[in-house]
């Protein structure tokens, strides 16, 4: 089956963001389709990788699952094929869930593990990351003392995200709640990077994201420790004072620096080769996590 660049199905269309189409089934429900679209720098590519929005669909599946302990989530009782048209179910079969509606928070809840991406040019200039003080002469990708909670805003299509420090959160989302996202994060972190450990990756980094329900509870949204929103690193290559080879879009990031892109829309074309050892890497990463 091809890549689904856009999905396009009878119900109302709620939001199109950089990956997934969301569409109201009814006044408690959600479908949120995973197409195949690719954000680099919040930019959404104009080249699709084939099976990636069922990669995704399938990984945060699995880590809902195994998270449910930790926090609620907002998947909804229902297969997404009997919620659109029988001419419409192979654009949702094995890319979409069904899901709770609830209220988005606005912020984007990364934790980190280790130095890499924009972290690293943050330590480089200040010995910081995210205003957080770290010990001194730490290489890139080095593990850090400790997970270190750095959240973001969660920036429209096309614009980029800009760190917060704690006060904002607190501004944004009151004192006990920016709290409760913090240790959760920092949980569900912890819990995720031990199991893939024991099936050697090394989770360098991920983003959460959380709504409230109507009984005001946190639940975990959107997708959850994919390829997507985290960084992947195999173990058994794992140096640190290097850029580690991973099973995420990093390898997309790093060919589109070294092209020189200005990483502003519209996004560049992909080479085949690119687009082929992504998906390839995406598809990895779910059989050694989900083994």
Known sequence: MGA??????????????????????????????????????????????????????????????RTRSIVGNHLADGAPEDVVAPGERDQVRGRSLLVRRVRPLPVEAIVRGYLAGSAWKEYQTTGTVSGTPLPPGLAEAARLPAPVFTPSTK?????????????????????ERAAEVRRVSLRLYEEAAAHALGRG????????????????????????????????????????????????????????????????APGPRLPDEVVARTAAKYAEALAVLTR
Do not use: C
Request: charged share 25%; proline share 7%.
């Open 201 to 264: 990756i090394l989770i360098a980094d991920t983003k959460f994201e959380f709504g409230v329900d109507a009984d005001g509870t946190l639940v975990l949204i959107d997708e959850v420790l994919t390829p997507d929103s985290s960084r992947f690193w195999p173990q058994a290559t794992y140096r640190p004072g290097t850029n580690p080879e991973s099973y995420d879009k990093q390898y997309v990031r790093d060919y589109l620096e070294s092209i020189g892109w200005n990483k502003k």
């Open 4 to 65: 689904l660049f856009e999905s396009h199905v009878r119900l109302p269309l709620v939001h199109r963001g950089k990956v997934r189409d969301l569409y109201a089934v009814d006044g408690d429900r959600l479908l949120m389709v995973a197409t195949d679209r690719l954000s680099a720098f919040d930019v959404v590519l104009p080249d699709p990788i084939p099976g990636k929005g069922r990669v995704l669909t399938a990984l945060s599946r699995f880590w809902f699952a």
């Open 155 to 175: 920036a429209p299509v096309g614009e980029h995200d800009r760190p917060l420090q704690s006060g904002e959160v607190e501004d944004l989302l009151g004192a």
